[in-house]
């Protein structure tokens, strides 16, 4: 079955770094594109970040680029987000999600890993 365990969340000062990865087993990694997603209290759950099979692809949502990084490593069966420069607007529940196609969509992944918390104080 397949799992996706995200791991790094915390409290982190306005203007510092956390470095979120999402390990996965249960499915052939290298064939599915992975995306990062995330849910502030009270809000949507939307997209943040999304990474290519191979990891030569990779696009963002406009409040995080240039401050958000998506890389994944295939032999380790994991994705990774760093994150830089954070914001309290950052604040929320970050997901990974694994699904064959390339999309921006949150109803278009079909696995998603348990979520963990990233919280920014100004």
């Known amino acids: 079955q397949v799992q996706l365990v995200e791991s790094g969340g915390g409290l982190v000062q306005a203007g510092g770094s956390l470095r979120l990865s999402c390990a996965a087993s249960?499915?052939?990694?290298?064939?599915?594109?992975m995306g990062w997603f995330r849910q502030a209290p009270g809000k949507e759950r939307e997209f943040v970040a999304v990474v290519g099979k191979s990891g030569g692809s990779a696009y963002y949502r406009d409040s995080v680029k240039g401050r958000f990084t998506v890389s994944r490593d295939n032999a380790k069966n994991t994705v990774y987000l760093q994150m830089n420069s954070l914001k309290p607007d950052d604040t929320g529940v970050y997901y990974c999600?694994?699904?064959?196609?390339?999309?921006?969509?949150?109803?278009?992944?079909?696995?998603w890993g348990q979520g963990t918390q990233v919280t920014v104080s100004s």
């Open positions: 249960g499915l052939t990694f290298s064939s599915y594109v």
């Open positions: 999600a694994a699904d064959f196609r390339f999309s921006l969509l949150v109803a278009e992944y079909d696995y």
